[in-house]
């Protein structure tokens, strides 16, 4: 089992940045690799960023490519979100995700074993 807690969300205006945060625990804490999600009022959940935990490998959403860098602590279990240059239609709920195994797809929610319960981020035009 591994349990995923995030922060670091809030209210933003249009231009500014934040930092999100997800600390991993638990007992088979084993990942392949940990991914940023997001979803929007009516909006189905969508992929933002992902990070490889071995190898540091990053992989990153066109929507938010230029604008965002995920980085891992090892030694922390912590996987992070740097948001800038954020924009109104970033605001989403945030969720932090852990992948155990190795797959076709960084964007595939169902690759994901373990969820977070999310951070929102409300950014203000």
């Known amino acids: 089992q591994a349990q995923l807690v995030e922060s670091g969300g809030g209210l933003v205006q249009a231009g500014g940045s934040l930092r999100l945060s997800c600390a991993a625990s638990g007992s088979t804490f084993s990942p392949y690799g940990m991914a940023w999600f997001r979803q929007a009022p009516g909006r189905e959940r969508e992929f933002v960023a992902a990070?490889?935990?071995?190898?540091?490998?990053?992989y990153y959403a066109n929507s938010v490519k230029g604008r965002c860098t995920i980085s891992r602590d090892n030694a922390k279990n912590t996987v992070y979100l740097h948001m800038n240059s954020l924009k109104p239609e970033d605001t989403a709920v945030y969720y932090c995700?852990?992948?155990?195994?190795?797959?076709?797809?960084?964007?595939?929610?169902?690759?994901?074993?373990?969820w977070g319960q999310g951070t929102q981020i409300t950014v203000s035009s």
């Open positions: 995700a852990l992948t155990r195994y190795f797959g076709p797809s960084w964007s595939l929610p169902a690759r994901y074993d373990y």
């Open positions: 990070i490889s935990w071995s190898l540091g490998t990053t």
